[in-house]
């Protein structure tokens, strides 16, 4: 049986917000001072779009930002210069997560990651303001009004989380209003917003905690993944996805930006699990899910940043595995999964989004409207694991007065940009050389290929075959 999508090209399209285009997660701060690191955000930004990446860890001691030695105040951002100057030079900019706490702050020994980062409060609200107040004014000597006015400045990680935050809301409550009134009297436009917490939460407390003290909130971001409170403690992700109802965040993004309002909605971390070694963020799967999501929440939020741009990453430890299941868009050596390549087909769309009517239970259907004489047409064939899904026949009617003249489709499934798969079939190896490498990079990349256009009734006809987990972007040129 075939499902149909009919569009009218000739009807008035609505704004399409590029919300995967504003931020990119990544590890720790330090590893911005890698060399391949580097490279892959240079990419990341020509190919993708991105502008703005954020990480932890800009206040750990290994950056070495505030120390205390011989009971004197030290104060060193020349590692912190290191990774924004480069990101500027490149035309990006910080999304400026303030974590964790220097050693010399701290109020206890507890730590997360593999890289021990403090998560006290700190023993000194005075001394954190003033290095909150250093730090900016630091920033915009360097970089100027202007330039720092466009970045975001997050206080904090996950304070609702007992592994990143060992004191209670209201202590960081008050660090929030600390950070935020130390930024906001070194220059009253810079933005500033919170409480950068898990599966949604605090935030209506937030708010009022902000309105009662008159405390800027310029934005506000938070974090969510599918697996939140599904399933029971110990399950394996596949288990928590099996009871997933498949419109899971955007159901939870609409409950968001009612409570809100009209201020900026920031999510700062998502994907497919919040599991760091699950097999599907390698897989076609994590695309399909990548490209509904994106596109289900493009109306409702500022910006949607996909945790993360690479597997440069080392929470728990550094693997060396080329397919190891982490949240990356690209692999240690560079290698484009699926999900990179479906954020680069988004990157490829235009801004004006065109109704479309049909629905089917698995795949679902966008029309952009790209310039005058081009369309795309984007289809996902997508579901959360243990729920029925199967190759499904497509197709697309267009009607209106500039009928299509020719077409190509790009794809990403099982066949097509599926570096993993060809990793797998060169029998996984633990370490590549050169020529493995180049061999993936080759299999991950994206094809267009011609499809028929064929006159149909009222208008025209564009068939396809979407496999399980798939992602489909038609380019359509007018006549």
Known sequence: MTTTFTCDLDTPGEPLAHVWSHTVGSGRAALALRADWQAQMRKTHAELGVRHVRFHGLLNDELCTYLIEMDKDLYSFFNIDQIFDFLVSIGMRPFVE????????????????FYRA????????????????????????????????????????????????????????????????????????????????????WVPEFLEFCATNKLPVDFVSTHHYPTDALGKPGDDTETQLSDAPRDVLIQRVRKMRQT????????????????????????????????????????LVHC??????????????????????????????????????????????????????????????????????HVDL??????????????????????????????????????????????????SPDYLDTKQVAELDAASQLHAEAVAVQAAGDGFDIQLNLPPHAVAAVRVELA
């Open 118 to 201: 403090n998560v006290t409060p700190p023993r000194d609200y005075a001394k954190w303001a003033e290095l909150m107040t250093r730090l900016t004014k630091h920033w915009i000597d360097r970089y100027g009004a202007d330039e720092v006015r466009s970045w975001y400045f997050e206080v904090w990680n996950e304070p609702n989380l007992d592994a990143f935050w060992k004191g209670k809301q209201a202590d960081y409550f008050k660090l929030y209003q600390y950070t935020a009134n130390a930024i906001k009297n070194v220059d009253a436009e810079l933005r500033v917003g919170g409480p950068a917490t898990a599966d949604d939460e």
């Open 260 to 299: 809100v309002g009209d201020r900026k909605l920031c999510y700062t971390e998502w994907c497919s699990s919040s599991n760091p070694f699950f097999p599907l963020h390698d897989e076609p799967y994590a695309a399909a899910f990548l490209a509904k999501n994106m596109l289900d929440v493009a109306d």
């Open 378 to 427: 984007l289809l996902t064939n997508h579901a959360f694991p243990r729920h029925a899904i199967a190759p499904e026949d497509v197709t697309w009617h267009l009607q209106g007065s500039q009928p299509p003249a020719t077409a190509s489709v790009q794809c990403i499934d099982a066949g097509h940009c599926n570096s993993r798969q060809a990793w797998v079939d060169m029998g």
């Open 98 to 113: 303030l974590s964790f706490m220097p050693t010399a702050l701290q109020t206890g020994g507890d730590t997360v990651f």
């Open 304 to 373: 949607y940043s996909w945790w993360t741009f690479s597997d440069i990453f080392e929470e728990n430890y550094f693997s060396s595995t080329p397919f190891h299941g982490s949240f990356g868009l690209q692999t240690i050596h560079g290698i484009a999964k699926p999900t990179y390549r479906a954020m680069q087909l988004l990157h490829g769309l235009g801004h004006q989004r065109l109704p479309v009517a049909g629905a089917h239970a698995t795949v679902d259907a966008w029309a952009v409207r790209a310039d005058a004489q």
